[in-house]
């Protein structure tokens, strides 16, 4: 990826990565896009001011959601993906990365210690792809090293790339999980542009998988197309047949979904893409969803997939879903969404110790409030 600009901000003028760019100008201030396409083209790497450790943002009450956390240390994306909700969020679109390890890590390990009983899953990708940036990709290893050593955390980097040769030689300890999203290659080439082909991003998983680190994968947004289930089928068989399931911390799975607002948005910024064709209903959280009856038979099938190539004992679980979906395709479901925590804690710490070596007290996580 060239980037047209590179800015630095001053205080960060020594770091190794920044010696990785051919050209950079110094500055304090963001250069400040206001078109989205156009900000993924500049880069901005500036130094921490106020607090990027928070809950994820999508966290609605009405759903169940699996409460991670997230460090918004990133913003925009050099990847195209047609459905992306930030060409509807972002104001200032330079792709902007706060690149200060001591000041982010100090932060997390201040609000983690509140609650060292609780396992602490922290995402890197709540506003851009935790890897796609791959000159800042040391910044990334800083922070697999650094969360070796803070007990009740999980850093989960999240990507649609493959660049991740940098990180097979560090010593992670088990406390970073590398996840994919993954979709059918039909999709990955309409929906998702600029990203790793399937192919790419399976050789990515199989190396992180020999250094020992835990995969996440997230089978979401499901997008509906002519053939879809058979794409869907395939996607797993070609997944599984070479990562092994003890491999795979968990699965997530969710279906296309995005704000009235964004429908226009998605049709001018990607004309070619056909997501918005589809028969959609608008539910009570003011987002564009396939009807429930599909849905359901979307992850009933993909269910389906999984157990029948063996990874019936990762962790699955829906994405912004209701009960009544999860009684569906599961035939049980969390009683809360503090349930899902534990039960996620619970399932870390039975199947790979080294990531969570504490076992869940399962009255404290029943107790939490959203
Ligand atoms: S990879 Fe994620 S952040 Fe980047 S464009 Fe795609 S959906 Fe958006």
């Not at 990607?270 to 009856?293: C, H, W």
Request: proline share 6%.
């Amino acid at each position: 990826m060239k980037f047209k600009s590179v800015t630095v901000h001053p205080r960060l003028s020594d770091r190794n990565f920044v010696r990785d760019f051919d050209r950079y100008t110094l500055a304090e201030q963001s250069p400040k896009f206001s078109d989205y396409r156009q900000g993924k083209r500049h880069l901005f790497i500036t130094s921490k001011k106020g607090g990027l450790f928070h809950i994820c943002a999508s966290l609605d009450p009405r759903y169940i959601c699996c409460s991670t956390h997230v460090i918004s240390h990133i913003s925009n994306c050099p990847f195209e993906c047609t459905y992306c909700f930030l060409q509807n969020y972002l104001t200032d679109t330079t792709l902007t990365v706060v690149a200060d390890t001591d000041a982010i890590v100090e932060e997390i390990f201040h609000k983690t210690s509140l609650q060292p009983w609780r396992l602490f899953r922290i995402g890197t990708w709540e506003l851009g792809d935790s890897l796609a940036i791959e000159p800042l990709n040391q910044f990334a290893i800083d922070l697999v090293s650094r969360f070796k050593s803070l007990d009740n955390c999980l850093l989960k980097l999240r990507t649609k790339g493959s660049a991740v040769e940098p990180l097979l030689d560090v010593e992670h300890g088990g406390k970073t999980v590398i996840s994919w999203t993954v979709n059918p290659p039909e999709v990955i080439k309409r929906e998702e542009i600029g990203t790793a082909s399937l192919e790419k991003r399976i050789q990515a998983m199989e190396k992180v998988a020999r250094a020992g680190y835990p995969i996440g994968l997230h089978f979401d947004p499901m997008i509906v197309f002519n053939g879809w289930e058979t794409a869907y089928e395939d996607l797993v068989d070609a997944i599984f047949s070479v990562i092994e399931p003890e491999n795979v911390i968990w699965i997530s799975i969710g279906s296309l979904r995005f704000n009235p607002e964004m429908k226009k948005k998605i049709e001018n910024n990607y004309p070619a893409s056909k997501i918005t064709a589809q028969e959609m209903v608008l539910g009570d959280d003011n987002k564009f969803r396939y009807p429930r009856p599909l849905r359901e038979e979307m992850y009933s099938l993909l269910l389906s997939f999984l157990k029948a190539a063996g990874a019936e004992q990762c962790f699955v679980y829906l994405c912004m879903e209701r009960w009544n979906v999860w009684e569906r395709v599961f035939g049980r479901c969390p009683r809360s969404i503090g349930h899902l925590d534990y039960l996620m804690a619970k399932t870390v710490h039975e199947r790979f110790p080294n990531s969570a070596p504490q076992s869940p007290p399962k009255d404290l996580y029943m107790a939490l409030t959203y």
